[in-house]
Nanobody, 120 residues
């Protein structure tokens, strides 16, 4: 069984920082792209940032310059450093990974989500 487990969400004041982590575990052969998505109340899930196995990154315009995505391929872990947080960043953040299992099966994985609340 392959799964993603997120951690690092919480309550932070505007202008503050948080770091999210997401670790993939199980019978993994390789992981291609990993990323973070978020869903605010009453809104659709949206892309926040993605990173390829080679380190190429992509960001939503709304987070460029404030958020940084990174990954540790040896640990099958992706991170999201969030700085200068704004109330509109409040959402449930979901980790996503496109993995190939040891049985050579392609899977698109989602974590259960971690809540980030930006409020004074």
């Amino acid at each position: 069984q392959v799964r993603l487990v997120e951690s690092g969400g919480g309550l932070v004041q505007p202008g503050g920082s948080l770091r999210l982590s997401c670790a993939a575990s199980g019978s993994i052969f390789s992981i291609n792209a990993m990323g973070w998505y978020r869903q605010a109340p009453g809104k659709q899930r949206e892309l926040v940032a993605t990173i390829t196995s080679g380190g190429s990154t992509n960001y939503a315009d709304s987070v460029k310059g404030r958020f940084t995505i990174s990954r540790d391929n040896a640990k099958n872990t992706v991170y999201l450093q969030m700085n200068s947080l704004k109330p509109e960043d409040t959402a449930v953040y979901y980790c996503n990974a496109r993995a190939i299992t040891t049985a050579r099966v392609y899977l698109e994985l989602w974590g259960r989500g971690t809540l980030v609340t930006v409020s004074s």
